[in-house]
């Protein structure tokens, strides 16, 4: 064992690991790049996390580097939980710590995930309605800033989130909270590294006042940089708080150890109803008139995605395959058995003549389930190369939809092959995922080409490829080309003030640069993680 992994393991209760097999085990998550760390870190309490930081803090004083990346699930789809230095996995920090089911709040460690907790609060009538991957660790939930398919009703994260600690590049612990301007003194008089950090950021804030407006009133969904330093200071009262700048940094400002959240009373079951179009235009006429029924989740899918299922021998029941070439729309409705079931008759009453619905009811639900299951089969199962997620969830506006996928046809033939899109018309976030033969050359520099021409087209029709997650490693190549000099300037003093050694995720959102990428590009996606 190397001596910095021994000296570790000494001073903390969780365990430092290096040998070959275990390290294997961290090096790859959903992206399609592979990096093998020096050390594995596992964490048990905010305590080993911040004798680690410190550690490591003090040795970048000493000219030596090892970078930090935090790792929940290992879900990421775009290398930003994988380090060349050190993996610090919160898996064992994964205690729900307290539920106040009266105030409707409950304070976690940030490795729990999002399954585990809304199993807990079920037991008391509450849950978080976030409709997220369970396996998703609530500390990356904050740190990928993901927009779930019910964020449309439900706001997302953002709105569930009450106050987070972290601990901070030097070591030290810090407890946001949301402060009155009067009361700002009382932080930034602080002699300690948080005081710093405090003045620093209030200070560039004020310095930065028109970029942070501007960047504060664009219509974009956009989580690349730090845009949400544009949410410290509230426009009203004027009162700040930190916690905002942790959305979508990745792991690159601290290390997010317990998270207090507010519930909402448990939702009833889920109905759905899903409707099949022959044009992309019908079905987003369709959705806009049943927008106001307010459903749980509302999708849509490119039906070119079932012909692949139906290879793997998936049969998504519900439609005639003369369907197989238009718009699936699938609705939830989680308002209760007799609301929900009147509003998918009101569904019914609002289709155009030429589409085809169901709604779901106690005997056909299997045969919902296996709609869901054939576009598992198409998302997750490779035909003609791997079904690389190099481009989930981009934002696209409603009413530039039709027009971008017209386009999209031309890189379609560019590309020599289909682009099935898919996604949640509600948040308008939207995914392809194009078959890559990774083990060639040509394959991977598909992914590099690619990456740049999505993004070139989602922005002409007024998108980001960051639209419900950030850029990572990979589509960080991308988007720090997008972003204004200024921009890089005021992301770039973000996160100098908070981690001032860049020990933290070095190589991701601005620190990401091709030569990384393309030395770190995997040969094959064989051990992804099934979605
Ligand atoms: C392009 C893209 C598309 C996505 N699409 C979907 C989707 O369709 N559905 C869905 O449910 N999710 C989606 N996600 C989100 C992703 O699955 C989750 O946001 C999350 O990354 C998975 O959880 P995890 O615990 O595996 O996180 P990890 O992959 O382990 O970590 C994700 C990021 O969070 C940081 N991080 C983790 N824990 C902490 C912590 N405690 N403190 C500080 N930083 C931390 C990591 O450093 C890393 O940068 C998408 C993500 C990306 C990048």
Redesign the pocket.
Known sequence: MNKIAKYLNQHIIGNVFDSPQILEAYAT?NSPLKIMPQMVVIPENTSDVCKTVKFVNQLSNKSVYIPI??????????G??LSDGIVMS?EHMNKILEIDDRSRLVRVQ??VTLGQLNSALALYGLTVPIL??P???I???I??F?T?SAAGKYNGIYYYIDQLEAVLSNGDTLQTTRIARPHLSHKTGLTSFEGQIYREIDKLINDNSNLINDLGNRSTIDASGYQMVTQIIRDVTKSFDLLPVFYAA??TL????EIILRCEVFQPEVSHFVAAFESVGAARDFIQDIMPLIPQELNLYDARMFKDAVEHGKDPALFAPKFYKGYFVWAGFDDGPRKSAKKMKKCLSLLPHNAAAVMETDENTTDFKRLKSAIRSYINEDIRGERT?IM??FYVPSDKLANFLTDLKVMEETYNQELPVYGSFSTSNY?VRPDIQLGTVEGRQFVLKFIHDFNSLVREHGGSITG???E?RT?ALATNDNMSDDEINLYSEVKRIFDPNGIF?PD?KLGANEKDVVGHMRTTYLNKVLE
């Open positions: 998550d990346t935090v790792r929940g699930s290992g879900l990421d789809k775009t930003a939980d919160t940030a490795g997220a991957n396996r998703d660790t500390g990356s939930l740190s990928n993901t779930d990745q792991g601290g290390v997010i150890t997620p989930d969830d995914s419900g997650a950030p990572g589509k995720n991701v």
